[in-house]
């Protein structure tokens, strides 16, 4: 689909699958983004794979960071979690307060 995709990892109420990926998909279509998924529907865990056809354009990838935050935020407005199994590491970090203050 792409050289390069960004891997987001959130979670959100199992209820609330289905409207978060129309909502996720709305998000990456405002950038002109991609999106596909890998998610673990059973505990809510969700991957959203933000697509990057070209690494090599700034303007894209900033679109693809943007776009990344915007769908954590949306999970954890949903009464989900800004990661589900992969951790919060350098990446992740700024976003600790949409969660904890």
């Known amino acids: 689909?792409?050289?390069?995709?960004?891997?987001v990892d959130?979670?959100?109420?199992?209820?609330?699958?289905t409207e978060t990926l129309f909502e996720?998909?709305?998000?990456?279509?405002?950038?002109?983004?991609?999106?596909?998924?890998v998610f673990h529907a059973g505990d809510g865990n969700l991957h959203p794979l933000i697509m990057i056809p070209d690494p090599e354009d700034s303007d894209l990838v900033e679109r693809v960071h943007s776009a990344g935050r915007e769908v954590v935020?949306?999970?954890v407005s949903k009464?989900?979690?800004?990661?589900?199994?992969h951790g919060v590491g350098i990446?992740?970090?700024?976003?600790?307060p949409l969660m904890f203050n």
């Not at 996720?24 to 998924?37: A, D, S, T």
């Open 1 to 7: 689909l792409a050289p390069s995709y960004y891997t």
């Open 10 to 17: 959130i979670t959100v109420p199992r209820s609330l699958l």
């Open 24 to 37: 996720v998909n709305q998000v990456c279509e405002k950038y002109g983004l991609r999106v596909g998924y």
């Open 73 to 75: 935020e949306l999970a």
């Open 79 to 85: 009464g989900g979690s800004l990661s589900g199994e």
């Open 91 to 96: 990446e992740k970090r700024q976003y600790m």
